[in-house]
């Protein structure tokens, strides 16, 4: 059974610096792509970063590029997602998730497995 | 960025009848697009991608189609799981972006 259970969550200031943790079982962490998402108190989904199976390319939307990094390590089965610079916009719960692959065809922005979701407050 | 065009924004419906969602994309995305499932507690169900292809293990109740820029999700002969919230995504390039949601609710 596919897992990913996100943790690192909690209240930070604005400015300052968190990382949150997906760690994922049940499946080769190593042969997946592996994305965040996140979605503000109420609000709908925003695509957040995306990190390739090999961790050599990423991929951000404007709204956190240059202040979120996305890592994997894959000794650990853990995917990450540093946050910097926090602002009260970054408040939200932020989700991790198993990019698709269909019969060894990647299917970029398609998130088949989800975690439950981790709440970032940005808060002073 | 592509905006995409969720309608309606709320739906009330019964037990074994039958409900679309809309989604409408700015601008052409192909079929790259994807719905979802939000329920509380549990995580985000993939329902369907590349405009109509059912996720493994997801109800043949559950349909999508598309014309042109517009792409609709079919529930049909709703059962009580089914209600809960739903979001478009396209997958077509980046950013990847959602839907504002539609909130399916019991009638």
């Known amino acids: 059974e596919v897992q990913l259970v996100e943790t690192g969550g909690g209240l930070a200031q604005p400015g300052r610096s968190l990382k949150l943790s997906c760690v994922g079982s049940g499946f080769t962490f190593n042969n997946y792509w592996m994305s965040w998402t996140r979605q503000a108190p109420g609000k709908g989904l925003e695509w957040v970063a995306s990190?390739?199976?090999?961790?050599?390319?990423?991929y951000y939307p404007d709204s956190v590029k240059g202040r979120f990094t996305i890592s994997r390590d894959h000794a650990q089965n853990t995917l990450y997602l540093q946050m910097s610079s926090l602002r009260s916009e970054d408040t939200a719960t932020y989700y991790c998730?198993?990019?698709?692959?269909?019969?060894?065809?990647?299917?970029?922005?398609?998130?088949?497995?989800w975690g439950q979701g981790v709440m970032v407050t940005v808060s002073s | 960025d592509v905006q995409m065009t969720q309608s309606p924004y709320n739906l009330a419906a019964s037990p074994g009848e039958s409900v679309s969602i809309n989604c409408k994309a700015s601008?052409?995305?192909?079929?790259?697009l994807a719905w979802y499932q939000q329920k509380p507690g549990k995580p985000n169900k993939l329902l369907i991608y590349d405009g109509s292809t059912l996720q493994s293990g997801i109800p043949s109740r559950f349909s999508g189609s598309r014309s042109g820029t517009d792409f609709t999700l079919t529930i049909r002969s709703l059962e009580p799981e089914d209600f809960g919230l739903y979001y478009c995504q396209q997958h077509n390039e980046y950013p990847f972006t959602f839907g504002a949601g539609t909130k399916l609710e019991l009638k």
């Open positions: 990190i390739s199976d090999s961790g050599d390319d990423t």
């Open positions: 601008k052409s995305i192909s079929k790259y």
């Open positions: 998730s198993r990019v698709a692959v269909y019969y060894g065809s990647l299917l970029r922005g398609v998130f088949d497995y």
